[in-house]
C-alpha cells in the first residue's frame, strides 16, 4: 500500500475520526483500502463531546410527521423537505444499527416501557424522541464506532494528521475535475505526506471555534469547509451558526455545554435574583427552539449589564440530577458547582455550524470523487437553525449512504497517478510564530464582537474588512514559512470566517440564527439558501501543491 514513506495510496481516504468519518469506513466494502485521518486521537472531536442524544419518532405516540415538522419549524422554514424527511425516517433504523454495534443506551426501569429506550424531551421538540445514553451519548456513539472501525482488518487509522489541501486532477479522458487525494501534515514528523485516494470524504467538523465563546472542541476550526472551497465547491447557508443558549460560565473563562436535556428535565432559566424569564419571549418558555432562547438569554444579559444568567435544576431533587446527568454533575463539581443543590452560571456560545459544503443526501459534492458528511456538509436538513439532536443522526443516515454510494461508484474512480510531492524548496521556517496567536485572538474577539447573535450591516462590513486584512497577512505568511497546525487552522478559520460574514451580508432578513437589526423580520422574498460559488478553479491544482 505504501508507495514511498511520504506517499501512500488508498480506496478511500476519510478525513475526520467522528460520527460521521467512521460512519462512512463501515458502510464501505470490506475489500476497500481505507484511511482515516484524524488532527489528535479519533475521540478528540466533536462526536464525544455530545451530551443530549439522537432524535428518533420510536415512541408509538410519535410519528416521522411530528419530527419532521418539528425539524421545519426550528429550521425558520428554510430546510429541505425532501432531505428532512429522508434523514427522519431512517433514524429508527440507525438506533437498531448502533445497538447491533453494541452500544449501552438508557431504558426504561418500569411501566409499560420497560426495557425500551429512555426518551428524553428537549427544546423545539414536541415529543419526547431523544434516544440517550444517560448523559454522555455521543461519547457512548464514538466508542461503539470506534471499536467496529478498529476490527476491520484493511482500515488505517493515521493519527495526528492535519490535512492542507485537496489534490485536484483533470481527467486524462473528459477533461472533468476529480479529486485525487489530500496533502497532509503529519504532526509526528513534521513532514508533508501525499495521501492519494479515488475517493475522499470530508467528515471534518463545523467552525465555531471562529468566535471567542464556543462549546467545540480545539479542533473545530472549520477545515473542510475551508478545503473545498479552494477546491471549487459551492458553500451554503454559511450565516446560521448555532449559539447553544446554556453554555458553564466558569471563573477562568473556559466553557462547558450544559446539555438542552437539563431545561427538557424541568431546568429553569433565571436572573441572577431568581426571576424567570423565558415565558416573555416564547410560549414554550426554556423549551423554545435554540436560537430563541440564546436571543432572549443575550438580551437580558446586555439589558441588565450582567455577564451571565443562572440555570436552575436543583428543585428536581439531589437524586434526580445525579441519575439524569451523572457526567454532567459530575464535572461541574470540579469546578466548583453542584448542580443538583445550587443554579449554575450559564453564557450562549458558538455551537454548531448549519450551513457548509453543497451536498446531497448520499453526501456527494461538486466536485466528483469529493465527498461530505456531518457538520462540514450543507445537505438541507437545518434551515436556519438546528433541531436538538439531529446533528448525530444526520452523521449517521448520510454517513452511511455515503458510504455506501463511493462502494458502489469505486470502480469508477481510477487510482490517480502522476501526482507530485509537496514542494517546500522555496520555503523556510518560521521565525514569527507569535503573530500567528495574535492573529488568531483578532479573529475569534472581531467575530465575537461584530458577528455573533445580533448583528448590523455596519458590524458586519466592518467583520469583511479585518477578514480581507487577515487573510492577505496570512496568505503572505503560508507562502514562505512551513506550514504547522497552528498557521493551517489559522488560515482555513480565516476563510469560513469571511464566508460566514460574506453570507450574514447577502441575507436581508432576520431568520433562525441570523438576527440582524438591519432587518428584524423575516421576508417571505428571503426564504432562500444562501449559495457562495467560488471563482474558477484550474483543472489541475498540482503545479506548486498547497502554495496556490
Known sequence: ?????????????????????????????????????????????????????????IDPGDSFDSHIEDTMIAGAGLNSRDAVRFVVERAPGIIEWLESLGIDITRETAGPRQGQPHLNREGGHSARRVVHAADATGKAVQACLERAVRARRKVDIHSNHVAIDMVVRADPATGRRLCAGVYALDGASGRVRLFRARAVVLATGGASRAYLHTSNPVGATGDGIAMAWRAGCRIADM??????????????????????????????????????????????????????????????????????????????????????????????LTLGYDLAKEPVPVVPAAHYTCGGVMTDVHGRTDLDGLYAVGECAFTGLHGANRLASNSILECLVIGREAGREIGH???????????????????????????????????????????????????????????????SEI??????????????????????????????????????????????????????????????????????????
Request: overall charge negative.
Open 1 to 57: 500500500m505504501t508507495v514511498a514513506d511520504n506517499d501512500l495510496f488508498y480506496d478511500v481516504l476519510i478525513l475526520g475520526g467522528g460520527a460521521g468519518g467512521l460512519s462512512v469506513a463501515l458502510e464501505l466494502p470490506p475489500e476497500a483500502r481505507v484511511a482515516v485521518l484524524s488532527k489528535g486521537q479519533l475521540d478528540q472531536g466533536a462526536t464525544n463531546w455530545a451530551q443530549g442524544g439522537i432524535a428518533a419518532a
Open 239 to 332: 450565516e446560521f451558526t448555532q449559539f447553544h443558549p446554556t453554555c458553564l460560565a466558569a471563573p477562568d473563562g473556559q466553557t462547558f455545554l450544559i446539555s438542552e436535556a437539563v431545561r427538557g428535565e424541568g431546568g429553569w432559566l433565571t436572573l441572577p435574583d431568581g426571576t424567570r424569564f423565558m415565558d416573555r419571549f416564547h410560549p414554550r418558555g426554556e423549551l423554545a427552539p435554540r436560537d430563541v432562547v440564546a436571543r432572549a438569554i443575550d438580551h437580558e444579559m446586555k439589558r441588565l449589564g450582567v455577564p451571565h444568567v443562572l440555570l436552575d435544576i436543583a428543585h428536581k431533587g439531589e437524586a434526580f440530577v445525579r441519575e439524569h446527568f451523572p457526567t454532567l454533575y459530575a464535572h461541574c
Open 409 to 471: 461508484r469505486l470502480a469508477e474512480f481510477a487510482e490517480p497517478t502522476g501526482v507530485p510531492g509537496w514542494d517546500e524548496s522555496w520555503v523556510r521556517d518560521s521565525d514569527e510564530e507569535v503573530v500567528l496567536t495574535h492573529n488568531w485572538d483578532e479573529l475569534r474577539r472581531f467575530m465575537w464582537d461584530y458577528v455573533g447573535i445580533v448583528r448590523t450591516t455596519k458590524r458586519l462590513e466592518r467583520a469583511l474588512h479585518r477578514c480581507e486584512l487577515l487573510e
Open 475 to 548: 496568505h503572505e505568511y503560508y507562502a514562505n514559512f512551513r506550514v504547522s497546525r497552528p498557521l493551517l487552522e489559522l488560515r482555513n478559520m480565516a476563510c469560513v470566517a469571511r464566508l460566514i460574514v460574506r453570507s450574514a451580508l447577502a441575507r436581508h432578513e432576520s431568520r433562525g440564527l441570523h438576527y440582524t437589526l438591519d432587518y428584524p423580520a423575516p421576508q417571505d422574498a428571503e426564504c432562500v439558501d444562501t449559495i457562495l460559488t467560488p471563482a474558477p478553479v484550474a483543472p489541475d491544482r498540482a503545479a506548486k501543491p498547497g502554495r496556490l
